[in-house]
Nanobody, 121 residues
Framework: QVQLVESGGGLVQPGGSLRLSCAAS????????MGWYRQAPGKQRELVAR???????NYADSVKGRFTLSRDNAKNMLYLQMNSLKPEDTAVYYC???????????????WGQGTQVTVSS
């Protein structure tokens, strides 16, 4: 089974920082991209940031300049450094990987269980 495990969420004051981590493991043949999505109550899940295996990055306009993605492909680890956090960043953050199982001939998305980020005074 493919497993994505997030960590690093919590409660932080506005202007503070958090660093999220995601570890991918299991029967993964390859990973084409990894990223972070978030979902606030009553809202749709949205892309926060994503990085491909080739190093191309994509950030939501709302987090550009504040969040930074990094990864360690050899360890299948993904990190999201979140600075200057705002209350509107409050959401459940989900790690995502687009990859291929050994038993498959095509890429498919995999999701972690999510980690809560709350930005509040």
């Amino acid at each position: 089974q493919v497993q994505l495990v997030e960590s690093g969420g919590g409660l932080v004051q506005p202007g503070g920082s958090l660093r999220l981590s995601c570890a991918a493991s299991g029967s993964i043949f390859s990973i084409s991209a990894m990223g972070w999505y978030r979902q606030a109550p009553g809202k749709q899940r949205e892309l926060v940031a994503r990085i491909t295996s080739g190093g191309s990055t994509n950030y939501a306009d709302s987090v550009k300049g504040r969040f930074t993605l990094s990864r360690d492909n050899a360890k299948n680890m993904l990190y999201l450094q979140m600075n200057s956090l705002k209350p509107e960043d409050t959401a459940v953050y989900y790690c995502n990987a687009l990859g291929r199982r050994y038993s498959s001939t095509w890429d498919e998305p995999f999701w972690g269980q999510g980690t809560q980020v709350t930005v509040s005074s």
